[in-house]
């Protein structure tokens, strides 16, 4: 059974930067998409990007610029930075995964979710 932990979250002033952390336990894939996902609130859940197993990224169009996907080189962790932090990026980020290739950002298609980690920012 994968497990995924998230953590890192926490309140920050604007302008600043964060970096998020999930550790996935129990993988068993030998080709996986590993996702990072957002709820603000009062919204729905919104992809951010997502990383495969070969280390290919994938941005959603209004992420570009300001979030940062990747992992170590052991592929024990994945990590989020969130530069420039704005009041907007208020929220709980959730990591996600599933087997397989192609990493759309589509909630609909991971299987495995963490319990998430909450971001504050202030003006």
């Known amino acids: 059974q994968l497990h995924l932990a998230e953590s890192g979250g926490g309140s920050v002033q604007a302008g600043k930067s964060l970096q998020l952390y999930c550790k996935p336990s129990?993988?068993?894939?030998?080709?996986?998409?590993l996702a990072w996902f957002r709820q603000r609130p009062g919204s729905e859940r919104e992809g951010i990007a997502a990383?495969?197993?070969?280390?290919?990224?994938t941005y959603a169009d209004s992420k570009k610029g300001r979030f940062t996907i990747s992992q170590d080189g052991a592929k024990t962790w994945l990590y989020l930075e969130i530069d420039d932090l704005e009041p907007e990026d208020t929220g709980m980020y959730y990591c996600?995964?599933?087997?397989?290739?192609?990493?759309?950002?589509?909630?609909?298609?991971?299987?495995?979710w963490g319990q998430g980690t909450e971001v504050t920012v202030s003006s």
């Open positions: 990383i495969d197993s070969d280390g290919t990224t």
């Open positions: 129990g993988f068993e894939y030998a080709r996986y998409c």
């Open positions: 996600a995964s599933r087997g397989g290739s192609y990493c759309e950002l589509d909630d609909r298609t991971y299987v495995y």
